[in-house]
């Protein structure tokens, strides 16, 4: 078995990345690990093309299907995707108010800056 530890120095934490792997296929995995090595501070041109993606609760105006509450309210999943989480099938009417889970997109936020 081998073992690694890399440390990431953060201002407010440290990060401990820790692998392991049977020896015969440690090599399989070290792209990776120089990938953990080389985790550094974003530059500020880097930290804004970064999007990430929140879970968000949207509810139906009179009339609205899926599909139509997805393009109004931007939700990234898709009709079939909102159905599957929401425990409905993809035809289903919607009742006004009811609560939908979606997905939109958000900014990040600089763990510095909570």
């Not at 690694?4 to 015969?24: G, L, Q, Y």
């Not at 990234?76 to 009417?93: G, I, P, Q």
Request: proline content about 4%; charged content about 25%; aromatic content about 6%.
């Amino acid at each position: 078995m081998e073992v690694e530890f890399t440390w990431v120095a953060h201002p407010k934490v440290m990060f401990r990345i820790t692998a392991a792997a049977p020896a015969a296929r440690w090599s399989e995995y070290a792209a990776t690990l120089r990938k953990a090595a080389a985790v550094r501070t974003l530059r500020p041109s880097e930290r804004g093309s970064i999007r990430a993606q929140r879970l968000a609760v949207a509810t139906p105006r009179p009339g609205e299907n899926l599909t139509a509450l997805s393009k109004r309210t931007g939700n990234r999943w898709s009709a079939e995707e909102t159905a599957l989480a929401n425990n409905l099938d993809a035809d289903h009417s919607l009742r006004a108010g009811q609560a939908i889970k979606i997905v939109v997109d958000a900014e990040v936020v600089d763990a510095g800056e909570r």
